[in-house]
């Protein structure tokens, strides 16, 4: 099956600091790429899409001027925590859809950020 | 609204069945999946369905009925390792994914 990577796997940082995760689909053109945070027995939380080469479409809640979102290319999205607080502190999962099948999507194996 | 129930939690014994229940309710409906989710991973795709019956797949398999909104997934044979959470998701009609809260599955010896 398809293959999608994020980096770091996990990350911690000073509070005050912005955070960049990247999520890269390997195998296949990831033309719609989703953020997810899940906080811990909770389950995830669509935090925003983005399709490659537009602005990204934020939930009701998600704080864009946060949780910047850039998807440069078809294998890479990136979201950057800015001015990252304790209560940022989460499971992040990327997850990515082809043009194949919109039904399918990969995810990622996650990034867990620890905001000191 | 959209919304996904399904129980919080669940115990079963090693060797045994366990059947997990989820009913949704979405704005339009392209599919129902299943993921399992071990503690600190991501999810992992388990099955698919988006026409009425059951998708046998191995040790599991899941239904689904449309006209109830409804769909369980059948765990045979249980393991320690089948020990994770598994999450109900719905497709809505703009094929984004509708998340149940999980079902944390317990398995004794």
């Known amino acids: ?116 | 609204g959209q919304n996904i129930d399904q129980p919080t939690e669940m115990t079963a014994t090693e060797g045994a069945i366990v059947q997990i229940n989820c009913t949704y309710q979405t704005s339009g409906f392209n599919g129902l999946f299943w993921y399992q989710q071990h503690a600190g991973e991501a999810p992992t795709f388990l099955s698919y369905n988006v026409l009425d019956g059951l998708e046998e797949k191995g040790r599991f398999s899941s239904f689904l009925s449309r006209s109830k909104g409804y769909s369980y997934l059948l765990l045979k044979e249980l393991q320690m390792k089948d020990s994770a959470s598994y999450l109900c998701a719905s497709m809505d009609s703009n094929y984004q994914l509708i998340w149940g809260a999980g079902t944390k599955l317990i398995i004794k010896p």
């Open chain 1, 1 to 116: 099956g398809a293959v999608v990577s994020q980096h770091p796997s996990r990350v911690i940082c000073k509070s005050g600091t912005s955070v960049k995760i990247e999520c890269r689909s390997l195998d296949f053109q990831a033309t719609t790429m989703f953020w997810y945070r899940q906080f811990p027995k909770q389950s995830l939380m669509l935090m925003a899409t983005s399709n490659e080469g537009s602005k990204a479409t934020y939930e009701q809640g998600v704080e864009k001027d946060k949780f910047l979102i850039n998807h440069a290319s078809l294998t890479l999205s990136t979201l950057t925590v800015t001015s990252a607080h304790p209560e940022d502190s989460s499971f992040y999962i990327c997850s990515a859809r082809g043009t194949s099948s919109l039904e399918t999507q990969y995810f990622g194996p996650g990034t867990r950020l620890l905001v000191l």
